[in-house]
């Protein structure tokens, strides 16, 4: 009797062993998940969510300026990701409340974004009324401090920057998991690594479209000198706005000059796109490099280029080609036709 006690209180005591590992797995399984931590990584990306408090102290305080646009100021900063690494801690002035679910989309559909000719994004902060975006570091600043200083790029560096930016908006374009148009390709807006490999930055105004979508209406976005003319012209936008923006930055790589001068005493070198075809239909080519002796002995390629970027800033958009057809022109893998007149009406 005595036996049959100890194995039915061994029994009893196994059971309520059994039942509070039971319990306690089913607490931990289906426990209620903890709060997102400003360290934790965002959901389907590979960005982090910091503080304010974090990149604040990342940039001693906002404290030293790379520069400055319309939608905000870019401070330097260091961030412990790993070992130390510099960044660039982009402080948006103000986002509206309309656009606060774009903004979120932007960041997460471009944190997915893997290219070397892209500006690597890091991670966002998204806390109260403060919007910061923290992006890698690049020495070599920008494409226009690069272009437009007293030391001409040699004609070898401007071909090979021109072959990058064509790729990274070919991977935007047509790559990319979700199809981006940036709407602000500009010199100022292409990054130059340790090794002046260009790096296309600055994704504030970029419109995403969804996979069944080829064109979208919106308000007009970019920078004077490189806007497409349907963005005047209530015109549905498509990725050929970033075909006539490139169109104008390959103009200014290949001539070292920006696409408006008002302050050339030369009329008609005012606007370089109408000059630059100009002397493309007189030959010549030798005024377009300024009788740059490099850039001359290559000139089959600075024809080919020219005549690329004339096609691409035909002010009807079906004229431009895709970022495909002209990565192909630019490496000789397709024929370049010659180009028609690019403003036909308004000349």
């Known amino acids: 009797m005595a036996v049959e006690s100890v194995l039915f209180s061994t029994s009893i005591f196994v059971n309520v ?3 509070s590992a039971l319990c306690l797995g089913f607490f931990f399984i289906f426990r209620k998940k903890p709060a997102r931590r400003s360290t934790d990584i965002v959901l389907d990306s590979n960005l982090r969510s910091f503080s304010y408090e974090e ?20 401070f330097k900063g260091v961030m412990q990701i790993g070992s130390g690494v510099e960044v660039a801690v982009k402080k948006l002035n103000s986002v509206m409340a309309d ?8 960041v997460n559909v471009i944190g997915q974004t893997h290219h070397k000719n892209l500006v690597r994004l890091f991670g966002y902060c998204d806390e109260g009324q403060q919007r910061l975006l923290v992006y890698e570091f690049l020495s070599n600043g920008t494409l226009a401090s690069f ?11 401007r071909i090979e920057i021109s072959y990058g930016v064509a790729k990274g908006l070919l991977y935007l374009h047509e790559e990319c998991r979700t199809q981006i148009i940036h709407c602000d390709i500009k010199p100022q807006n292409i990054l130059l690594d340790d090794y002046y490999t260009p790096l296309i930055s600055d994704f504030g105004l970029a419109k995403l479209l969804l996979m069944n979508q080829s064109q979208t209406l919106t308000a007009i976005r970019g920078t004077r000198g490189y806007v497409a003319p349907e963005w005047f012209r209530s015109l549905p936008i498509t ?9 104008v930055l390959l103009l200014e790589i290949i001539c070292c000059r920006r696409s408006v001068d008002n302050e050339g005493n030369c009329e008609e070198k005012a606007i370089l796109t109408y000059w630059v075809y100009d002397c493309y239909i007189e030959g010549a080519l030798d005024d377009v ?3 740059e002796v490099e850039a001359l002995g290559d000139r089959t390629t600075l024809e ?6 004339i096609w691409c800033t035909q002010e009807d958009p079906s004229l431009r080609p895709t970022m495909m057809k002209v990565v192909q022109m630019l490496e000789g893998v397709a024929e370049v036709p010659v180009p028609p007149c690019p403003s036909p009406y308004t000349r």
Not at 239 to 247: A, E, H, L, M, R
């Open 17 to 19: 062993v059994l039942s």
């Open 55 to 74: 990149l604040q102290e990342a940039t001693n305080g906002f404290k030293e300026e790379l520069g400055r646009g319309a939608f905000g100021v870019v």
């Open 99 to 106: 656009v606060e679910k774009e903004f979120k989309t932007e």
């Open 147 to 157: 272009l437009f200083s007293d030391i001409k790029p040699s004609w070898r560096q």
């Open 239 to 247: 990725t050929k706005v970033d075909v006539y923006s490139f169109g």
């Open 289 to 291: 490099v300024d009788h």
């Open 304 to 309: 080919k280029f020219v005549m690329v970027a």
